[in-house]
């Protein structure tokens, strides 16, 4: 049996019979004495399982993707001392450097105790000091992080520091990274609010959407 969309308004237009041999194909056991809403639900159960095992198939591959273009990025060497930052998402970025020849080999002479990744955040994109700051232990045999990015913040840098001695100096630093602002009113939006748009918007499913972002993100709302 052929089937193209498996959902509960299809399956309830088939026989018993034709539902068992759904089920077959899915290779769910059918009892003899098993109700027929019982069936559908089953049925619909597994096929949602399917499907999001699927889905997170196609994002665990999509991440590897991700991480791979990274890791070609981060490996490319032009012989120059340089930071750069690539953003993920608003919650995430890929922090990824580059050490010169002359560097490294100043740094293996001087005996580093340790190297680490400063990230900075400002208000402002010309602050010279920053509101917050924490650091990122790292080896001299890194050559990228991903960087959890604390919330609310606008701007950040990332200074790439080494210490000797107790003595931390910068080795390079990224440039300053706005993060992107999202829509007033998607971040304003509460149930029951009455948001004006014209016809056009209506009619292109404006306010459906405002629900479902909503539905699918209120944990984001106070």
Not at 52 to 69: C, G, R, V, Y
Not at 74 to 92: F, G, K
Not at 136 to 151: C, F, H, M, R, W
Not at 169 to 193: C, F, N, Q, T, W
């Amino acid at each position: 049996m052929e089937i193209t969309e498996i959902n509960r308004a299809f399956l309830e237009t088939l026989s018993f019979s034709d539902l068992v041999k759904v089920a077959d194909e899915y290779g769910i056991d059918v009892p003899d004495d098993l109700n027929r809403a019982f069936l559908i639900g089953e049925i619909i159960e597994v096929v949602s399982d399917m499907e999001n095992s699927m889905s997170q198939q196609e994002m665990i591959i999509s991440d590897e993707e991700f991480i791979a273009e990274e890791k070609e990025m981060s490996v490319r060497s032009y012989n120059i001392t340089e930071v750069q930052i690539m953003l993920r998402n608003p919650a995430w970025a890929f922090v990824y450097w580059n050490i010169s020849d002359s560097d490294r080999i100043s740094l293996d002479k001087a005996f580093i105790s340790q190297m680490m990744l400063r990230i900075s955040s400002f208000s402002e994109k010309d602050q010279i000091k920053p509101d917050d700051f924490f650091d990122i232990q790292i080896s001299k045999e890194d050559d990228g992080q991903y960087v959890l990015l604390p919330a609310g913040k606008k701007y950040f840098r990332i200074d790439l520091l080494f210490n000797i001695d107790g003595i931390i100096d910068i080795l390079s630093s990224s440039k300053v990274m706005e993060m992107p602002v999202g829509a007033d009113v998607l971040a304003d939006i509460r149930p029951g609010r009455k948001e004006a748009c014209s016809e056009i918007m209506k009619l292109s499913g404006y306010s459906d959407m405002l629900l479902e972002h909503y539905k699918n993100h209120r944990e984001s709302f106070s």
